[in-house]
């Protein structure tokens, strides 16, 4: 069954340090592998995707994402982290889906970042 | 913004009661998907609907029930609430292209059962 998990509950950070959040996946097949934030009362933000190719994945607000098969991580990174950037950041993974669905995502439990001025 | 709305923003129902949520897809997406997300979890699968069918359905009782419209718009119904449906009710829209898809995610709906 495929699977996501986020080891760490929360990050802390110093703005302008670089960040990184971790996540690492269990699938069946080949990966495809995403990336949201939710900030406070509101929905999922989509921020960058895995699907093939390049094992550095670029996405939205100077956010990147490097896929590592060997040690089926894909950890989120940017190089130099804001105080907007604090919020829940949530890995998920494209499952298998039910009664033949490739549709649904399978998140972890996410991480809260917080960056500190 | 996404583009995709759902209705109501907030919710409060007693156990036992009924309730509908409403999705509004982006405009070009023909995939609903709903999601449930406890307090301090991440979202959960409920089900995906693709041309007005029922596509996929994780591990929800057949309670939880949904449907799509032809203007790809989407409601979720529960049944006999429980006091663990409260929760944070996510509708993505999508267009389906395979696996390689990406999901829009609306504001969600916050469901409170007392």
């Known amino acids: 069954a495929q699977s996501v998990a986020q080891p760490e509950d929360q990050v802390n950070v110093a703005e302008g340090n670089p960040l990184t959040v971790k996540c690492t996946y269990s699938v069946s097949g080949n990966p495809y592998l995403f990336w949201y934030v939710q900030y406070p009362n509101r929905g999922l933000q989509f921020l960058l995707k895995y699907i093939t190719g390049d094992n550095l994945v670029k996405g939205s607000y100077g956010f990147e994402a490097e896929f590592n098969k060997s040690q089926t991580s894909f950890h989120l990174k940017k190089p130099s982290a804001l105080v907007s950037d604090s919020a829940l950041y949530f890995c998920a993974v494209r499952g298998g889906g039910g009664g033949g669905s490739q549709g649904n995502l399978i998140f972890g439990k996410g991480t809260k970042l917080s960056v500190k001025p | 913004e996404t583009g995709v709305t759902q209705s109501p923003t907030h919710l409060i129902k007693t156990r036992g009661q009924q309730v509908t949520l409403r999705c509004s897809s982006q405009s070009g997406h023909n995939t609903v998907s709903w999601y449930q997300q406890a307090l301090g979890q991440g979202p959960q699968f409920i089900f995906q609907y693709y041309r007005e069918e029922e596509n996929g359905r994780g591990n929800f009782p057949p309670r939880f029930s949904g449907l799509q419209f032809p203007n790809y718009s989407s409601e979720l119904n529960v049944n006999a609430l429980e006091l663990d449906d409260s929760a944070l009710y996510l509708c993505?829209?999508?267009?389906?292209?395979?696996?390689?898809?990406?999901?829009?995610f609306g504001p969600g709906t916050r469901l409170t059962v007392l």
């Open positions: 993505a829209s999508s267009l389906r292209s395979g696996t390689t898809d990406t999901q829009y």
